[in-house]
């Protein structure tokens, strides 16, 4: 009891720049009008696919050298996670990209099944955990507020869509259609980090500071060393639901 008192005690006194704020215009790339494709425009200002919509090149397994072998295909343009048995990493597992990111915007257009629960991981160090369950690193939840149970656990909502999960709660209200494609957004810039849904902004939060370590300590992620303070690799999560993704695609600052 007193470990949850502690919890949303620091979930209350979060600094501003924690809590979500005036919603502004996101940064916006155009839409292309091909998934998985770049516009002219996008490519003059820096944008690069991170998944190219029809192989893996540049994705691998996080716990393996290459990409699995079961649990994702890709199918007109789209990478589905398969529906298994809703185990965290437990059938395919979880696939990172091949190289760290320093400051970035990420996009990644998602659309999930009924009931299902899935995440957009960043500064994921791919060796921190090996054992099972998923890797580890900062995450912007995707999840069916309405039919998964995780929708109720955590502080304050911290586990519903587009939080940090189990860190920092995404507002109630937010615009998501589980029937249609949706647009996650990570912004990072140094130490300052923003989930956008959409076109809205949910959160900010700056790491690397008093404030968030001790946020972490009360938190799922309080026995990883120094968690959320490096870069790292962007990862898609398999939570053994069947969860699409396309338009995956990033722009370093």
Same mark, same amino acid.
């Given at each position: 009891?007193?470990?949850?008192?502690?919890?949303?005690?620091?979930?209350?006194?979060?600094?501003?720049?924690?809590?979500?704020?005036?919603? #502004?215009?996101?940064?916006?790339?155009?839409?292309?009008?091909?998934?998985?494709?770049?516009?002219?425009?996008? $490519?003059?200002?820096?944008?690069?696919?991170?998944?190219?919509?029809?192989?893996?090149?540049?994705?691998? +397994?996080?716990?393996? $050298? %290459?990409?699995?072998?079961?649990?994702?295909?890709?199918?007109?343009?789209?990478?589905?996670?398969?529906?298994?048995?809703?185990?965290?990493?437990?059938? +395919?597992?979880?696939? #990172?990209?091949?190289?760290?990111?320093?400051?970035?915007?990420?996009?990644?257009?998602?659309?999930?099944?009924?009931?299902?629960?899935?995440?957009?991981?960043?500064?994921?160090?791919?060796?921190?955990?090996?054992?099972? +369950?998923?890797?580890?690193?900062?995450?912007?939840?995707?999840?069916?507020?309405?039919?998964?149970?995780?929708?109720?656990?955590?502080?304050? +909502?911290?586990?519903?869509?587009?939080?940090?999960?189990?860190?920092?709660?995404?507002?109630?209200?937010?615009?998501?259609?589980?029937?249609?494609?949706? %647009?996650?957004?990570?912004?990072?810039?140094?130490? &300052?980090?923003? &989930?956008?849904?959409?076109?809205?902004?949910?959160?900010?939060?700056?790491?690397?500071?008093?404030?968030?370590?001790?946020?972490?300590?009360?938190?799922?992620?309080?026995?990883?060393?120094?968690?959320?303070?490096?870069?790292?690799?962007?990862?898609?999560?398999? &939570?053994?639901?069947?969860?699409?993704?396309?338009?995956?695609?990033?722009?370093?600052?």
């Amino acid at each position: 009891m007193k470990t949850i008192i502690i919890a949303l005690s620091m979930l209350a006194i979060l600094p501003a720049s924690a809590k979500v704020k005036k919603v #502004v215009a996101e940064p916006a790339a155009p839409a292309p009008t091909t998934d998985n494709v770049l516009t002219e425009q996008e $490519q003059r200002e820096g944008w690069k696919l991170l998944w190219d919509g029809k192989t893996t090149n540049g994705w691998r +397994g996080a716990k393996l $050298q %290459t990409f699995p072998q079961k649990g994702w295909r890709i199918e007109d343009g789209v990478l589905k996670v398969e529906k298994a048995n809703g185990a965290e990493s437990g059938n +395919g597992g979880d696939i #990172v990209t091949e190289k760290n990111y320093h400051n970035f915007i990420l996009k990644v257009d998602f659309k999930i099944t009924e009931g299902a629960n899935s995440g957009i991981k960043y500064f994921v160090d791919p060796d921190m955990n090996m054992g099972e +369950g998923s890797a580890i690193g900062c995450e912007f939840q995707i999840l069916d507020d309405l039919r998964h149970p995780d929708a109720k656990l955590g502080v304050k +909502g911290n586990r519903k869509l587009g939080s940090l999960y189990d860190l920092i709660p995404a507002p109630d209200q937010k615009p998501f259609d589980i029937t249609a494609w949706n %647009t996650a957004c990570v912004i990072v810039e140094d130490n &300052h980090v923003e &989930h956008w849904l959409n076109g809205v902004k949910l959160l900010e939060y700056e790491r690397n500071n008093q404030e968030w370590n001790a946020l972490v300590a009360y938190s799922k992620y309080k026995n990883w060393p120094n968690f959320g303070n490096r870069d790292g690799r962007i990862l898609l999560q398999d &939570h053994g639901d069947e969860v699409w993704f396309k338009n995956v695609k990033i722009k370093e600052l």
